[in-house]
């Protein structure tokens, strides 16, 4: 059985429900009264979950105090709307260590970087360049530094942004996540089934953690990537972040 490292930093996701029936006396603003909530392992952690959830071995490399790290959101329970999401110690992932790790035991890697400072460009670099199946999901803009990596997911959103700066090589690789379209591959478009949608929160998370693990598993691309729009797609029908 194929077995995966996730590298990348972690939070705690913290979803609170509740229900707004009245507006502050002294503000316009809801007023909001919790039922009950959700603790879930979020950001790289959510990845790790994913895979374990898909039935296949992982290991995760990530900051220690993930837990003390949190994503609050506040949520109306009956309509899914968000009214703000609180976020907390968000400037103290640290820096990982990643040169000291040995990758040879594991079938693939994926890197899931928020950004937050945990993983460097020379950090993925060094793994693209130590391990020859690696799958890159970052919030950081492409460059030369991401071209050892086998693959790249990325969201349309963030591929507008950075297309200017992105060369034939790097397209080559490049996932591109289209939402309620699916995704789009070397201008391939994989589409989704049309579904409610109650929460698109780690919907990412679940779809690169489907296509390394399908990947790991048969070592084509484009079975992989119909595999992990089917998992992303299970996972916006529920609310919160949550594993497949």
């Known amino acids: 059985m194929s077995k995966i490292l996730v590298i990348g930093e972690s939070c705690l996701d913290v979803f609170n429900y509740g229900v707004c029936d009245r507006l502050c006396p002294e503000a316009p603003v809801p007023v909001f009264n919790p039922v009950h909530s959700v603790e879930n392992g979020g950001m790289a952690k959510n990845v790790y979950n994913n895979i374990l959830a898909l039935g296949t071995p992982a290991h995760l490399h990530t900051n220690d105090n993930w837990k003390s790290i949190t994503k609050t959101r506040f949520i109306d329970y009956r309509t899914n709307h968000m009214f703000m999401r609180l976020d907390c110690r968000d400037a103290e992932f640290g820096a990982s260590k990643i ?19 945990f993983l460097s460009k020379e950090d993925i670099e060094y793994i693209s360049n130590k391990h020859p199946c690696t799958f890159l999901d970052t919030k950081k803009e492409l460059g030369e530094w991401c071209k050892g990596t086998s693959y790249i997911k990325i969201n349309n959103y963030e591929y507008e942004r950075t297309k200017e700066k992105i060369d034939s090589e790097i397209y080559e690789k490049l996932i591109i996540t289209l939402g309620l379209d699916g ?27 489907g296509l390394a693990v399908k990947y790991a598993e048969v070592g084509k691309i484009e079975e992989a990537i119909e595999f992990a729009n089917d998992c992303a797609t299970k996972v916006v029908q529920k609310r919160g972040v949550s594993a497949v």
């Open 183 to 209: 995704c789009k591959f070397q201008d391939v478009i994989y589409p989704v089934p049309k579904v409610e949608i109650k929460d698109t929160s780690g919907a990412g998370d679940t779809f690169i953690a």
């Open 99 to 117: 040169k000291r790790m040995s990758f040879k035991k594991y079938d693939a890697v994926v890197i899931s970087d928020y950004n937050k400072g």
